[in-house]
């Protein structure tokens, strides 16, 4: 019989080893056992909690996911101001935040995308997660662009932080956080000029 709260402490664990599993022998040969091994834990334990590998990816990029929404509303939530241009640089900002940044992770996330097209449980996670930063985006160029503009707008940002994140994930130095964060700075300010709304 488990420990009572030892449930949360165990999944902890076990993203946590899932992450690192990823990061130093990639997706494929992150086997149960490894994971287990990395852990601490007997297999059964990836079992009983997730149902098996494929669970337990899920489960790592909902907390992944989560740890990314937590970075974007904390930025938000510390705002001295409520303009667009304020919220779309928190936006930038929480996806570039260290949460996501670290070389685990970003294996992680690699591995996810390319599992999220054979598998229908992670390529729904993908298609919230698109759908939420478009639509965070989306609804504050709205606040000074013509819906049409918006959108367009919106959709550019989206590659944008998309793009940078990807091309420095790939990079044999690892992704430049400063750097890309201008880019997309660079690109949102562009964006704004055009309707005067760059406070």
């Excluded at 490894?34 to 899920?58: M, N, P, T, W």
């Excluded at 598998?119 to 989306?138: A, G, P, T």
């Excluded at 049409?148 to 956080?177: H, K, N, S």
Aim: charged share 25%; with cysteine.
């Amino acid at each position: 019989m488990p420990k009572v709260g030892m449930e949360p402490i165990r999944r902890r664990q076990l993203i946590s080893a899932t992450m690192q599993a990823i990061d130093d022998v990639g997706l494929a040969d992150a086997t149960v056992a490894r994971i287990a091994r990395q852990a601490g834990v007997s297999a059964g334990i990836i079992s009983h909690y997730f149902g098996g590998k494929d669970g337990l990816l899920e489960a790592t990029m909902r907390q992944i996911l989560y740890d990314l929404g937590a970075a974007v509303a904390t930025r938000r939530g510390r705002l001295p101001e409520d303009t667009p241009a304020a919220h779309l640089r928190a936006i930038i900002d929480g996806n570039f935040d260290r949460s996501q940044v670290s070389q685990s992770v970003m294996k992680t996330w690699l591995a996810f995308w390319a599992s999220s097209m054979h598998k229908h449980d992670l390529q729904r996670l993908q298609r919230v997660n698109d759908r939420r930063l478009y639509s965070n985006l989306c609804s504050q160029f709205r606040r000074c662009l013509p819906r049409a503009e918006a959108r367009r707008a919106a959709r550019g940002l989206a590659a944008m932080i998309d793009g940078l994140w990807l091309r420095g994930a790939l990079a044999p130095e690892g992704l430049d956080v400063d750097r890309a964060r201008r880019l997309a700075y660079d690109y949102l300010e562009e964006q704004l000029a055009r309707a005067d709304c760059l406070a």
